[in-house]
């Protein structure tokens, strides 16, 4: 059976931290593994990685994708309050139907 | 619209009760996804549409749960008979490709079912 699993599922930091969640997969046919951060409502696109050992940035937040080892990380550097939220780890198979999510990790940063 | 639109936001009924909570993609996408969210979980997938094909339903937890989707656009997802183990946020997500390949979803603000 597929599956996600993100670890921590939670974590406190303070401002000015960085911080790494981690997201392993098993997905049959695995086509790609995308991040999403979920505020309070609708989860939002952060990145889509294919493949293993090219780095995604946007601003603070970075993440990369090992297909050997069948994991990513999502790093944030400089957390701010405003990181805070539930990050959510999806792995896509090849035949393209569902997303298989993992339980999130929800990050807390304070001020 | 700009986004994928859902209603209601809000949803309370009474065990037993059927509820429909509908979906309006963004226009265009021929990919349409229904999650379901419960408290500290991550998202379970329910139903996924793709143009004229015949939907994945493999994540229908129980033949009380049903959905259509009219004129390739506009998503109705049904529940029958509600239990309370149904509460939780019902996420709509659309995506412009077949399967979404190379392209990612984009959900909706979700209905936040309540089965009292």
């Known amino acids: 059976e597929d599956k996600v699993v993100q670890s921590p599922l939670s974590l406190v930091v303070h401002e000015g931290d960085t911080v790494t969640l981690n997201c392993s997969y098993e997905?049959?046919?695995?086509?790609?593994l995308l991040w999403y951060k979920q505020e309070k409502k609708a989860p939002t696109f952060l990145f889509m990685l294919?493949?293993?050992?090219i780095e995604k940035k946007s601003g603070r937040l970075s993440s990369i994708l090992d297909k050997k080892e069948l994991f990513s990380i999502l790093n944030i550097t400089a957390t701010q309050t405003g990181d805070s939220a539930v990050y959510l780890c999806?792995?896509?198979?090849?035949?393209?139907?569902?997303?298989?999510f993992g339980k999130g990790t929800t990050l807390s940063v304070s001020s | 619209g700009a986004g994928v639109s859902q209603s209601p936001s809000n949803k309370v009924t009474e065990k037993g009760k059927d509820v429909e909570l509908r979906c309006d993609p963004i226009?265009?996408?021929?990919?349409l996804y229904w999650y379901r969210q419960s408290l500290g979980q991550g998202l379970e997938f329910l139903i996924y549409?793709?143009?004229?094909?015949?939907?994945?339903k493999s994540g229908l937890p129980s033949d009380r749960f049903s959905a259509e989707r009219t004129g390739g656009s506009v998503s109705t997802l049904t529940i029958q008979r509600t239990q309370q183990e149904d509460s939780a946020v019902y996420l709509c997500?659309?995506?412009?490709?077949?399967?979404?390949?190379?392209?990612?979803?984009?959900f909706g603000n979700g209905t936040r079912l309540t089965v009292t």
């Open positions: 997500a659309s995506s412009p490709e077949a399967g979404g390949m190379g392209s990612p979803l984009h």
């Open positions: 549409f793709q143009g004229n094909s015949a939907p994945d």
């Open positions: 226009s265009g996408h021929t990919a």
């Open positions: 294919t493949s293993s050992g």
């Open positions: 997905v049959t046919n695995f086509r790609s």
């Open positions: 999806a792995g896509h198979n090849q035949a393209g139907t569902a997303l298989i």
